[in-house]
């Protein structure tokens, strides 16, 4: 059988290898057998998972977590998943889950688009990819993030009136998206002001003192 993310398999991440600390390496095994989802099993139940019906966001490439658990617990009636392959910051959002007591927030140390095929079509009311991985050479543009066939992707995973929300301080990054989402059939949108509920992440204050500017695009799949 054919799933979502079947013909999303070019890699969007490079490798990184850090060892955590003993003490970071213990509570990242505590923590992770109820807080991090496999990415390949069977059909995701949000219901079961978080206990009961709400909005469900993905948060593609989360880092160490900062920017998601501070807007998970301003949003506490928004279920959101976080995903990311390296370790040291799946174990830094685990800590900061932890501390902060969110209920509403599960992870999942791996590929997201390999998660993605654990999700229903339609069964996402948001997707958050802030300041993804930039591939600035020519030749790795396959290998960003959002690309023809995961933009095709992400609409088929959103509910109709889900939203895509992409930051980036890479213009060209930018541009391709307004010309990916732009010309999709059944998503409007394009550049919003910066929202007010978006954390600052640590990327993006580096990417402001270089002088870089800041793009949030915001697309809404089209009820029909």
Known sequence: ?????????????????????????????????SLCLPVDGPRFDPVGEFGGAAPLVLDIGIGSGHALTTQAAAEPGIDVIGADVHTPGIASTLARIESMGLANVRLVHGDALRFADRLAPGSLDGIRIYFPDPWPKARHRNRRMVSAANV???????????????????????????????????????VV???????VTRYERKGLD?????????YRRRAR
Do not use: N
Request: neutral net charge; aromatic residues 6%.
């Open 1 to 33: 059988m054919t799933t979502l993310g079947d013909q999303h398999r070019t890699s969007t991440f490079k490798p990184r290898r850090r060892p955590l600390s003993p003490s970071r390496r213990a509570l990242f095994e505590r923590l992770s057998v």
């Open 152 to 190: 095709d992707l992400f609409y088929r995973l959103l509910a109709p009136g889900g939203t895509l929300h992409l930051a980036t301080d890479i213009d060209d990054y930018a541009d391709m998206v307004l010309s990916l989402c732009g010309g999709h059939a059944d998503l409007d949108g394009g």
């Open 210 to 218: 270089a002088g870089r500017v800041v793009t949030d695009l915001i």
């Open 193 to 199: 002001d910066r929202p007010a509920e978006r954390p």
